[in-house]
Each structure stands twice: as structure tokens, then as C-alpha cells.
């Protein structure tokens, strides 16, 4: 069996996540998503908590069989990827664009494929979250699952107050 690994903010996860997840899905037999900075929630970069990130993933996806783990920052590069590999079951690549992310775990050896960028511009939790401060149309831009949860923890207002 085939695992990939998926890490991410996902502050909020959006299409462009959603896309990656199902890109992966069509090479390997299951998915481990790690939330990164889980740490983190109620900030103007990661306004939500590590267990409403794992609920918009969740409830916006199916058909995909995953598992999602939270992966708190420990700010050291060099124990990074055993860091994760301690959170983590084990997996047979990683799925992922981030350049640092891409060095460290080929750095340790780890198989690491790149993925294409989903309408990058617009699929970001950046934008979103600028969007969202501007007043700007958003939702079109993160699946169904996340705007349920966005809308039970009143997450555009907090956004707007942490901004």
C-alpha cells in the first residue's frame, strides 16, 4: 500500500489544497495530511484552530481515504523531517512545492514529488484571507466543506478582527 504525505497551514484549506489531495490520490492508496504550525490558531496569518482546519478537510473530503495528524513547529530545520517521521505513520513520498519543505525531506532521503500549481493567484490562504479584509469576493474559491465551518465559527469575522 502507498501513502503520501501532504503537509499544510491550511488557513483556510481551499481548492488549491483540495486539488493537490486529489492529485496524490490518483498515485497512491492513501493520503497522511499533516496540519502544520498546528500550534498556532487566532493570529492574522493562521486565524483558525488546528481542529477547525481538520474539520473544513473533513468535511470537504470523499471518496479519498486519509488521515490527518496536527505537526506543531519546533524551528529547526535540521529535526524537521524526524520531527514529522515521530508524528507521522510511515509514507512513501511527499507531495509538495514548497522549497524548503522539497529540500529537507530529499535532504533525508525521502521521495519527494512536485505537483502542478493550482490557480495559484487566487488558491491561497494569502488571498483568501486578504479577500476577506478587503471585502472582496471569496467563497468560490474554497469548497463547501470549509465554508460550513467557516460560517459555524463566525471565521470571516475573525479574520476581519485579527486583520
Not at 488558491?123 to 467557516?150: F, N, Q
Request: aromatic share 8%.
Amino acid at each position: 500500500m502507498q501513502r503520501a504525505l501532504i503537509i499544510g497551514r491550511f488557513q483556510p484549506f481551499h481548492i488549491g489544497h483540495l486539488r493537490l489531495i486529489e492529485f496524490a490520490a490518483r498515485d497512491v492508496d492513501s493520503i497522511i495530511i499533516g496540519i502544520g504550525s498546528s500550534q498556532e490558531s487566532n493570529t492574522k496569518k493562521n486565524p483558525f484552530s488546528a481542529a477547525e482546519r481538520r474539520r473544513m478537510i473533513e468535511n470537504s473530503l470523499s471518496g479519498i481515504k486519509f488521515e490527518i495528524f496536527d505537526i506543531p513547529d519546533i524551528s529547526n530545520n535540521e529535526l524537521w523531517v524526524s520531527h514529522v517521521r515521530k508524528i507521522v505513520p510511515e509514507f512513501d513520498s511527499v507531495y509538495t512545492n514548497a522549497k524548503l519543505e522539497r529540500r529537507l525531506f530529499r535532504e533525508a532521503g525521502c521521495k519527494v514529488r512536485e505537483t502542478p500549481f493550482f490557480n495559484r493567484g487566487n488558491y491561497s490562504g494569502t488571498e483568501i484571507r486578504g479577500r476577506i479584509l478587503a471585502g472582496e469576493h471569496w467563497k468560490s474559491l474554497v469548497p463547501e466543506g470549509t465554508l460550513k465551518v467557516m460560517e459555524e465559527t463566525k471565521g470571516e469575522e475573525r479574520i476581519r478582527k485579527l486583520g
